[in-house]
C-alpha cells in the first residue's frame, strides 16, 4: 500500500514536472481561444522558432490565411491585406518518425525545401500520415511537429468551417480573415 502510494507521488510530481518545462502559448483569435502546448523536448528549434516570433508580438494581427476543412489550418505568414511577415532566417526540419502529424498538433509550414519553414505554423483538423517523417529524402522528409492544442479544439475546428475563396494568386483564403488578435506566453 505505501510502495503504491509513493509511486503515484512519484508518477503525479513527475507529470507535473514535465508539463511545466513545456511552454504554454496563448493565440486569441477572432473566433476565439486557443491554448498550445509547446514540445522543447522533441522539437527544440522549432519551438524556439515558434517563440521567437510569439514574444515578439509578431503574430499579433496576423490571420489563418490557408483553412481546408478536413486537413489543416495555416496561419502565421500574412496579415488580412494578404501582406506577407518579414520574416528570421528559416530553421533546420526537426521532422521525426516518432512525432506524427495528428489531430490537434502544431507544425511547421515550409515549401519544398526541406529546410524553409520560417514563421509559418499549422494544426492538423486530422491524422495527416502524409506529412509524417518517412525518410531523409526531400520527398519523405515530412513536416515538423513541435506542439498540440491542449485548449480549444473547437475553435479550431470552428476556423476550419468559415467560408474559403480566392485572393490574389492565393487558395483556401477565409472569405472573412480569422485574425489572430494576440500569441502570448502563459504565465
Known amino acids: ?26 493565440m486569441e483569435t477572432s473566433k476565439g481561444t486557443i491554448r498550445i502546448a509547446l514540445w522543447a523536448d522533441k522539437a527544440p528549434i522549432s519551438v ?19 483553412v481546408i476543412d478536413g486537413f489543416m489550418i495555416q496561419g502565421g505568414g500574412f496579415d ?28 511547421m509550414a515550409r515549401t519544398n525545401s526541406v529546410d524553409s519553414a ?13 506529412l509524417n517523417h518517412t525518410d531523409d529524402t526531400p520527398r519523405g522528409f515530412g513536416y515538423a511537429v513541435f506542439g498540440e492544442v491542449v485548449e480549444g479544439m473547437e475553435v479550431v475546428d ?22 489572430i488578435i494576440s500569441a502570448r506566453r502563459e504565465d
Do not use: C, W
Not at 524556439?48 to 490557408?66: S, W
Not at 520560417?118 to 502524409?130: A, R
Not at 470552428?158 to 485574425?179: F, H, K, L
Open 1 to 26: 500500500m505505501i510502495r503504491s502510494l509513493f509511486a503515484a507521488l512519484i508518477i503525479s510530481f513527475g507529470t507535473s514536472a514535465i508539463a511545466k518545462d513545456d511552454s504554454i502559448v496563448v
Open 48 to 66: 524556439e522558432n515558434f517563440l521567437r516570433y510569439t514574444d515578439n508580438g509578431l503574430y499579433d494581427g496576423l490571420i489563418f490565411h490557408r
Open 80 to 107: 488580412s491585406d494578404m501582406v506577407q511577415l518579414t520574416t528570421f532566417e528559416p530553421i533546420k526540419n526537426e521532422a521525426k518518425t516518432d512525432v506524427p502529424n495528428n489531430r490537434g498538433t502544431l507544425s
Open 118 to 130: 520560417t514563421s509559418q505554423f499549422f494544426i492538423n483538423l486530422v491524422d495527416n500520415d502524409f
Open 158 to 179: 470552428e476556423i476550419a468551417d468559415v467560408n474559403t475563396g480566392r485572393s490574389g494568386p492565393y487558395n483556401d483564403v477565409p472569405t472573412e480573415p480569422i485574425v
